[in-house]
């Protein structure tokens, strides 16, 4: 099916440790979403991209990092997590309107 | 600050009968305005939208307005269905590509 697949589904993490999200999508979309939700606060952009090769920061993108080297592929990363950063992560991209992924779940203790 | 503000976290409503979700935004930029719907362990899904040149826009059971000089946009679903149980998140956007979102509101529909 085409759409926006989000890895992995479900995380848990320790205070310092790292990974990264994997956000495909097999659409050719040019621009592409990366956003947390949390109780109360709604989606948040963290950041974003509109090309291969092109990130820029959104509304709350400390502690994040991002790569888009592949069209298809937009990469989330924490480079040391927080419990801060325990939320559920939603990627999506936009072609006619947004596709999201079906969202990383990750707890950070 | 929250640019887009959904001030009722949930709203519980009896099938058959009207459901209401409120958005109210801040920005005067916004100039299109969309309503997502979210099942749980699923991502956001489009439900309708609206563009700031009309008032209103109609898709089947949603019914989508907008108040320009209150800033004030609602979603009217009728007849609600249990099917509609669900979080809806009301987005804007300035004409820009990205989308602010409200903190949503979990909508109960009661058989």
């Known amino acids: 099916n085409a759409g926006v697949t989000q890895t992995p589904k479900f995380r848990v993490l320790k205070t310092g440790q790292s990974m990264t999200l994997l956000c495909a999508q097999d659409?050719?979309?040019?621009?592409m979403y990366w956003y947390r939700q949390d109780p109360g606060m709604g989606l948040r952009l963290i950041h974003y991209?509109?090309?291969?090769?092109?990130?820029a920061k959104g509304e709350v993108p400390d502690g994040y990092n991002v790569s888009r080297l592949k069209k298809q592929n937009f990469l989330l990363g924490l480079e040391s997590a927080a419990p801060s950063q325990t939320s559920v992560y939603f990627c999506?991209?936009?072609?006619?309107?947004?596709?999201f992924g079906s969202g990383t779940r990750l707890t950070v203790v | 600050d929250q640019q887009v503000k959904q001030n009722s976290p949930s709203l519980s409503v009896q099938e058959g009968r009207i459901s209401i979700l409120n958005c109210d935004y801040t920005n005067s930029m916004f100039d299109y305005f969309l309503w997502y719907k979210k099942y749980p362990a699923e991502g956001p899904t489009f439900l309708i939208s609206?563009?700031?040149?009309?008032d209103k826009n109609e898709d089947g059971r949603f019914t989508v307005f907008l108040n320009k000089s209150a800033k004030h946009l609602s979603l009217h679903i009728v007849p609600s269905q249990p099917g509609d149980s669900a979080v809806y998140f009301c987005?804007?956007?300035?004409?820009?590509?990205?989308?602010?979102f409200g903190a949503g509101t979990i909508l109960r529909v009661k058989s």
């Open positions: 987005a804007a956007s300035d004409g820009g590509n990205k989308l602010v």
């Open positions: 999506a991209s936009q072609g006619l309107g947004y596709t």
């Open positions: 991209s509109v090309g291969e090769g092109t990130t």
């Open positions: 659409m050719n979309h040019e621009y």
């Open positions: 609206i563009s700031s040149i009309k």
